[in-house]
């Protein structure tokens, strides 16, 4: 007999939680707050909004299907299941934040707080909840297939991300490497040089992530090449601050990615670092003459629409 589905409610402990966890109790936090000219009320409506939202989501889901809870800081210890439907109550960078540790589930983005958020991934409201679950679980349903990228070490360390995946060292000091693109299928001739850099990071980003971090440095640059869409197999990179040297260049600051090519970044330093979608806690760790590889994952984010 098949199993019921389940509902995996996905969420972030709130700014209050933080605020008492840290002071004690609401009158503590709250004198904090107001020694620097804020008042703890604001914070409070917002954790309350929040609450309200995963109850709203909570009740809506069919009595005969089973349901878990995972916060933020344990989704890399949880094991999401393929019958699982994701529902993500928060902001649009919660849903990236679980889209690294998923495979294929559907994902529903719930805003816990409309008017905060962009809305790009977490399009729905708590109300809309009653529908949108048995929906999830429907092939007629409209689903949107988000390209995402990824990052593989030659020691097999692997990791994915939705928006971006940063290149550098711990703490975005002064990071030393070889950078080079490679493209499946061309020439030696074809292939473009590999340089060696000094910069302060490499970012790879993709359409969704075209919204948020990459979209800021790429204004900043006037690029005129357009960003991808976020269903297109198309990223773009850009190294950040690129300084010139007699051993370092800065010929290659800027492209973009087909899903036949692949970023290449060697360490030239004792320890560079790559995380996706600012989760700095969970990294891989490249040392002198190690190399990753980066680019347009097989694996994508089914979002319901």
Same mark, same amino acid.
């Given at each position: 007999m098949s199993l019921a589905p389940r509902i995996v409610l996905v969420h972030r402990t709130t700014e209050y939680d933080e605020?008492?966890?840290?002071? +004690?109790?609401?009158?503590?936090?709250?004198?904090?707050?107001?020694?620097? +000219?804020?008042?703890?009320?604001?914070?409070?409506?917002?954790?309350?909004?929040?609450?309200?939202?995963?109850?709203?989501?909570?009740?809506?889901?069919?009595?005969?299907?089973?349901q878990s809870r995972v916060e933020r800081a344990d989704l890399d210890r949880f094991l999401f299941a393929p019958e699982d439907v994701v529902v993500v109550v928060g902001q649009d960078g919660l849903v990236a934040n679980a889209a690294k540790y998923l495979s294929g589930q559907p994902v529903v983005g719930i805003d816990a707080d409309p008017g905060r958020n962009a809305g790009v991934l977490v399009r729905h409201r708590p109300t809309d909840a009653g529908k949108l679950l048995p929906a999830a679980l429907s092939a007629t349903t409209s689903v949107d297939e988000l390209t995402m990228v990824e990052a593989v070490a030659d020691d097999t360390q692997r990791l994915l991300a939705l928006n971006e995946i940063y290149l550098g060292a711990a703490g975005h000091q002064t990071a030393r490497y070889r950078l080079g693109i490679e493209n499946s299928g061309a020439s030696t001739a074809d292939e473009d040089v590999i340089e060696a850099q000094a910069s302060s990071g490499v970012l790879v980003g993709t359409g969704t992530g075209a919204t948020g971090w990459i979209r800021s440095v790429w204004q900043e640059r006037g690029n005129p090449l357009p960003l991808p869409r976020p269903t297109e197999d198309r990223l773009v990179w850009c190294v950040r601050e690129a300084w010139p040297s007699p051993a370092t260049g800065t010929s290659q600051v800027a492209g973009q990615l087909s899903s036949t090519s692949h970023l290449t970044l060697t360490a030239e330093s004792e320890r560079l670092i790559a995380f996706g979608d600012g989760m700095e806690g969970d990294a891989l760790e490249l040392t002198w003459g190690q190399t990753v590889r980066v680019g347009v994952c097989g694996r994508r984010l089914r979002l319901v629409g």
């Open positions: 605020l008492v966890a840290h002071h +004690g109790t609401h009158g503590q936090a709250a004198f904090f707050l107001s020694s620097r +000219g804020r008042d703890i009320e604001e914070v409070a409506e917002r954790h309350h909004r929040t609450r309200r939202a995963l109850s709203d989501v909570t009740a809506a889901i069919p009595l005969t299907w089973r």
